[in-house]
């Protein structure tokens, strides 16, 4: 019996191991740059402070083939940076054999948060990082540059959509492109100009009572782009901010609510306030900016149906978008 025990232990201990040895993390650094405004990349980004910037990166590893190449994930975080719930559709990733990369655009700047002040690390900032990123992994000998998604939640979900903004992408950069776009709960109340995007797949998901970023901008924005992008949107019921957190619903009383903000986006990059029509190009403009259109006091939390749901979506779309030749 003993004998029975011992060798049960060793085959799951070696089972075990060849389990975490099928990965490798690498930590992966670039410079970016710190703009404040869209219009700061597309009318003048050489002129930028620059700033490095880094991430993990997780590579599946075959050991009878070094030099293989891997479909990657790009993950961007919210602004309360990387949380349990986004790290599980990683490992979700992961298991699926993608390579996957967190990106930490706070962390390179220090910083562990912006709800309630988000001017410290601009939307904008974080589109140029993942650009950036997407231009190193690209020469990584183990990276398939031309299978390459990105993915976000909230802050991270805006990153997502808005990278696939064709005067914004293209004054970073003509030569790489995302496959596809998986924007989660992102702030959706920028009504563009130019609705010249990305024909890479978009998709957003959405919490039908979200009072943090609405769906309904969301809706509406997709209603206005589908015409001529691949976009759509799912808007789970009854379902809140951070919906595939198992968290239960709590008040953030700090965080911005945008239920009654729609901000226009002009071609040239810059988001006018409301009823000024004034660009918001500094913090402190930003300030004045929102105080036309948000209140402090928001919703977020779990709900476990949408959790499924929105895990088991985005398998599909990965697999769907980054290795179209797998069928479901």
């Excluded at 075990?16 to 650094?29: N, R, Y």
């Excluded at 070094?66 to 479909?71: D, F, N, Q």
């Excluded at 959509?161 to 992102?186: C, D, R, V």
Aim: some cysteine.
């Amino acid at each position: 019996m003993k004998t029975s025990v011992v060798i049960f232990v060793l085959l799951f201990s070696i089972s075990t191991f060849s389990v975490h040895s099928q990965i490798k993390k690498e930590k992966i650094s670039f410079e970016s740059a710190n703009p404040f405004s869209f219009s700061d990349v597309i009318l003048d980004l050489e002129n930028q402070e620059k700033q490095e910037v880094y991430g993990q990166l997780t590579l599946p590893v075959d050991s009878l083939n070094s030099t293989k190449k891997y479909a990657l994930i790009i993950g961007v975080a919210g602004s309360l940076g990387w949380k349990k719930h986004h790290l599980d559709y990683m490992e979700m990733y992961q298991k699926e054999g993608y390579a996957t990369f967190e990106l930490n655009s706070f962390k390179s700047r220090g910083i562990t948060s912006t709800v309630g002040s988000q001017d410290q690390v601009t939307t904008a900032a974080i589109i140029l990082d993942a650009y950036r990123a997407l231009e190193k992994l690209s020469g990584h000998p183990n990276i398939d540059p031309k299978k390459v998604s990105i993915t976000g939640w909230s802050l991270g979900g805006g990153v997502s959509l808005f990278s696939g903004w064709l005067p914004l992408k293209n004054a970073i950069t003509k030569e790489y492109t995302f496959a596809s776009h998986l924007a989660f709960y992102p702030p959706c109340f920028i009504n563009p100009e130019n609705t010249d995007f990305t024909q890479a797949p978009i998709h957003i998901l959405a919490g039908e009572i979200d009072n943090w970023t609405p769906a309904e901008p969301c809706r509406l924005l997709v209603d206005k782009l589908k015409e001529k992008t691949n976009i759509n949107i799912t808007i789970y019921t009854n379902a809140h901010h951070g919906f595939d957190s198992e968290l239960p619903v709590k008040r953030n009383e700090k965080g911005y609510s945008f239920e009654d903000c729609m901000f226009t986006l002009t071609k040239d990059g810059d988001v006018l306030m409301n009823y000024l029509q004034l660009p918001i190009s500094n913090a402190i403009l930003q300030k004045l900016g929102l105080l036309f259109c948000v209140e402090r006091g928001v919703d977020l939390g779990g709900n476990p149906d949408a959790r499924t749901q929105a895990m088991a979506f985005s398998k599909s779309f990965m697999k769907k978008t980054l290795t179209p030749n797998i069928r479901e």
